[in-house]
């Protein structure tokens, strides 16, 4: 701000006499404000949208935890291509909802149902061995490890929502553009 504009707002404030220059009694025209938030509406979209992308996330991961031991020779090719689909869709879900909250419940439901899947159930169960016929089974590892890391990866290369900080500043750090 210039310092005349300040000094003109305080002469103008002395005298009683609104800063657009009209009467005195005229409030003069309404000043955009910034947005008091969502409409109800948009946030039920927005809650719908979270939910489908968590389901999404669970239910790659469930399927994915049963087709990862497709190999070719000792090459766990299934697994190879279960973390880049992963990372096609947590970068889709970013580019969709355009911001990380999308492609973090993704990735989040994703990494819980294949840790639960990957621990031994009561029966002695498991969906992702660690063992088949004597051998060690990568096919695990890379789909658990490498799927992690695409995700994460995938995650870093989506770009944030809104300005920086704001997730800590709240709304004083939101701008109304």
Excluded at 2 to 14: G, I
Excluded at 57 to 82: E, K
Excluded at 102 to 115: E, M, R, S
Excluded at 154 to 167: D, F
């Amino acid at each position: 701000m210039d310092e005349d504009d300040d000094e003109t707002r305080v002469s103008l404030a002395k005298q009683g006499l609104p800063e657009h220059g009209g009467p005195p009694g005229d409030p003069g025209p309404p000043v955009p404000g910034p947005p008091d938030g969502e409409a109800p509406l948009d946030a039920v979209v927005s809650g719908a949208v979270y939910a489908v992308l968590g389901l999404l996330g669970a239910v790659y991961g469930l399927i994915g935890s049963f087709v990862q031991d497709w190999t070719v020779d000792r090459v766990p090719v299934a697994s190879i291509v279960l973390a880049l689909v992963l990372f096609a869709l947590v970068r889709l879900a970013g580019w969709g909802t355009g911001g990380r909250t999308g492609p973090v419940i993704i990735a989040l439901t994703w990494l819980i149902v294949v840790f639960i899947l990957s621990n031994e159930g009561p029966g002695g169960d498991l969906v992702m061995p660690t063992e088949l016929s004597g051998k060690t089974n990568y096919a695990g590892y890379v789909y658990i490890i490498g799927g992690l890391a695409a995700a994460v990866l995938a995650i870093l290369r989506v770009r944030p929502g809104g300005p920086s900080g704001q997730w800590l500043l709240g709304k004083a750090g939101r701008t109304g553009h």
